[in-house]
């Protein structure tokens, strides 16, 4: 959930790891990380009175009280059984197991608290895998009651370390989901080996981590190839060394015959290897987590706070306000810029309207111009093909009608030798395209009758003459 923090604490034999995560949009956020000393010498009562106040230390002033409180057990207080059961108790496996603790364990339900997972189910013997994880009342109320009296109001879960480093690797990608992964953490009382299979926790055991170095460095190569073995085809499946005493077996990490690495924290994590179990703890209260163990009833878990559901619920409500007022702030904005918009297109309706009338009393004016220019062009040819028509026209002809159009010109007349002046006429600088329209005809008097017509042309410098 968005804005939800979680408190990861994982308590060894000399050391207990504090880390505080919180949930962001897109992904998980580390807050605080730290590591206090314990004296491992020191009574179970006050080495968690020790952590009680650690834990206070590292919440002073970080308004946690809304955080869930995750705990690890150390490894030596967990007993771990793989148990078969029919198919058909598959939906009431917590009451058979109440009622058949005895049976797989050294203890009755009443003295542990357990939980489980199943591991497979097999429909072909109608049998299911279960991985059984026990505690003492005693080890877990001894954890519990100390710590529900910190600043954070309570504890919301308590596992053990090797489910803790199981989420860790998982939500990490080292283990994605179709490969077996083994991880060694070693400690420096107890190494662990788990195996991580379908994103689920397959098995956990743990080996006594002796003074002898090389022994355990032994015990751990035969776990390492049993481990190979067990894998489909014999395969080198990976393997992970981390914890304080990883690096001792750089020697068995160079083997080519084995897929393994030393796991030494990302940057951004304290140097102590303590830290990662710690971190794996912490994401159990963002969001749900591929391992899901937690020995602590449900009676006595942290209920979860609603101040993140309330604060997200007012986060929505302020981003719908706000998302509000920017909206009617633009639909305000728009509407006047629109009303502007109005009075500017009036305004230049207005000034169009203008400019049209205006335009209109140009293109007046220009056609009155063109008007009078074609009169003064036509008046100026008139007057020059009359003078020019005059001259050149012989004594022995004289015209009855004359038409101009253009520059056309049609003369009727009569003449002597109507040939003789159309003669003359093509001869004319002026005077073009010169053509009888009609057969030449004689009237009584043996005058010529002719039709002509004939085209006016300007030639430069042949009007003044």
Known sequence: MFFQKSVGVNIEKDCVAIVSLKAGFRKVGLEKSAVYPLDRDA????????????????????????????????????????????????????????????????????????????????KETSRIHILLACAKKDDVNGVFEPLS???????SGIEWSSSALSNYFIER???????????????????????????QLLSSHQMRSGADEHNLSTVVEKEVQRYNET??????????????????????????SYNI???????????????????????????K?????????????????????????????????SAGTLIGGKVFQT???????????QRYRSEVADIKKLKATVDALETDVVFLDNVRKNSISTLSFLRELSNEMPSTAWLDRLYLRDDE???????????????????????????????????KRGREKFRITMKVSSPKGTIAR
Do not use: W
């Not at 203890?107 to 997972?117: G, L, M, N, R």
């Not at 283990?175 to 994103?199: C, M, S």
């Not at 163990?293 to 302020?318: D, E, G, Q, T, W």
């Open 261 to 287: 690495s030393i796991y030494e924290g990302e940057s951004y994590e304290s140097d102590d290897p303590s830290i990662i179990v710690a971190r794996g703890l912490a994401l159990k209260g963002l969001h």
């Open 173 to 199: 990608g080292t283990h994605d989901g179709q490969e077996r992964l083994a991880v060694i953490y070693v400690n420096d009382d107890v190494t662990e080996f788990t195996v991580i299979e379908n994103k």
């Open 409 to 443: 010109i049609r003369l009727y007349g009569y003449a002597q030798s109507a040939t003789d002046l159309l003669t003359v006429l093509e001869s004319s600088p002026i005077f073009s395209d010169v053509a009888f329209v009609s057969p030449i005809t004689k009237d």
């Open 289 to 321: 987590v591929p391992v899901q163990y937690n020995f602590l009833p449900s009676a006595l878990r942290k209920k979860p706070s609603n101040i993140p559901i309330i604060s997200l619920i007012i986060l929505c409500v302020l981003l719908v306000f």
């Open 43 to 122: 009574s179970r009562e006050d080495r968690m009175k020790k952590v009680r106040d650690c834990i206070n230390e590292f919440t002073a002033g970080r308004q946690l009280v809304s955080a869930s409180l995750h705990v690890a057990l150390p490894r030596e207080m967990v007993l771990i059984r793989h148990i078969e059961l029919p198919a058909s108790v598959k939906h009431n496996i917590r009451e058979t197991l109440v009622y058949e603790m005895r049976k797989y364990t050294p203890f009755s339900a009443d003295d542990v608290y357990f939980d489980f997972h199943v591991v497979s189910e097999s």
């Open 149 to 155: 009296h910190t600043h954070l109001k309570g504890v």
């Open 231 to 256: 894998g489909k085809h014999g395969a080198k499946d990976p393997v992970i060394i981390c914890g304080k005493g990883a690096n001792d077996f750089s020697a068995l990490k160079e083997k080519q």
């Open 335 to 345: 509407r006047v810029a629109m009303s502007k918009i109005d009075q500017e297109i």
